[in-house]
């Protein structure tokens, strides 16, 4: 028999296509150059603005710092430290090893402040739940994770409830109902007003940036 292809980025971008889409939006690829495997327009826009729009607003945060888990999403931490006019520190992690236990540094100073975790997605909680104890025996005096794609699986909301978050916040691009029943402490924030408004500016032809640029405009 015939091995089965491979689920790839490359073969979800033909199957698209040959579905008949002419344009795609899509959120905060785990990796920028999926967009490179369309051969059709690509518009890939960041939950940043969102998730900045409600820190922006919530009150008695105090002093705040926004906290990178990786040297990967150290970008991602920046966009949103600007967005909050916030400092950054970024969780170093380090395998020593094959089958080796990850080593946990911290570049950046947490004392005495309000740590804002902020990834593109959080999948069964191990590695974040590690990095919000690390934050609070480095002193943090709250801790808040969020992302935009909340996969939450397996054991996730068990590690995110006993981990003691100060809040855990995601958008809907994963349909949150039944784990907002099991943990009714998380916030999810909604994609849809921000999505309408590109589809409207793409069908309009007008500019996806001025959309992206006024979407929180109080």
Not at 40 to 48: M, Q, V
Not at 167 to 187: L, S
């Amino acid at each position: 028999a015939k091995p089965r292809q491979p689920i790839t980025s490359k073969l979800v971008a033909s199957l698209l296509e040959r579905a008949g889409a002419d344009r795609v939006v899509t959120v905060d690829l785990h990796a920028t150059q999926i967009q490179g495997f369309f051969d059709i327009p690509a518009d890939d826009i960041t939950a940043n603005g969102l998730i900045a729009d409600y820190f922006k607003h919530k009150e008695g945060l105090g002093e705040i710092v926004v906290v990178s888990p990786d040297h990967g999403g150290a970008v991602r931490a920046r966009n949103l430290a600007n967005a909050l006019g916030a400092p950054i520190a970024i969780i170093d992690k380090r395998r020593p090893k094959p089958n080796v236990a990850e080593a946990m540094n911290l570049i950046g100073d947490v004392d005495g402040k309000t740590a804002i975790i902020i990834d593109d997605m959080v999948d069964t909680a191990g590695t974040l739940t590690a990095g919000i104890k690390m934050l609070k025996d480095k002193g943090a005096k709250a801790v808040y994770a969020s992302c935009s794609h909340g996969i939450l699986s397996g054991p996730a909301i068990e590690r995110l409830k006993a981990a003691e978050l100060a809040g855990f916040v995601c958008t809907n691009t994963i349909d949150q109902t039944e784990n907002q029943k099991n943990y009714p402490e998380m916030t999810v924030l909604s994609m849809a007003p921000l999505l309408a408004g590109l589809i409207h500016a793409v069908e309009e032809n007008s500019s996806l940036s001025e959309v992206l640029a006024h979407a929180f405009d109080d």
